[in-house]
């Protein structure tokens, strides 16, 4: 997220937004990796993940959006995974 010092939120939603303008907002999402190794400051564990939500929300993303970024676009995935698999 960045080449020196500790990743703030900022940096996670800048790239994020990076990530959004290469692959569309249908492509993107939050995964979560708190398994004791760190974390973002700002958004360091499940409950500072609203902060997350705050910033998009502060940069004008839709709700629509945000629920992609936050799962929907993971389960639309595996809904479609599921049906390609049932069809075989």
């Not at 960045?2 to 990076?18: K, N």
């Not at 569309?24 to 997350?52: L, Q």
Request: glycine letters at 12%.
């Amino acid at each position: 997220l960045r080449t020196q010092g500790e990743a703030t939120i900022v940096d996670a939603l800048r790239h994020l937004e990076h990530a959004i303008e290469i692959m569309g907002i249908d492509h993107v999402g939050v995964g979560t990796d708190f398994d004791g190794d760190g974390g973002v400051r700002g958004m360091a564990d499940a409950s500072e993940m609203i902060n997350f939500t705050r910033h998009l929300m502060e940069r004008r993303y839709s709700e629509r959006d945000i629920q992609k970024i936050w799962g929907g676009n993971w389960i639309r995935v595996m809904t479609q995974i599921q049906a390609a698999a049932t069809k075989k």
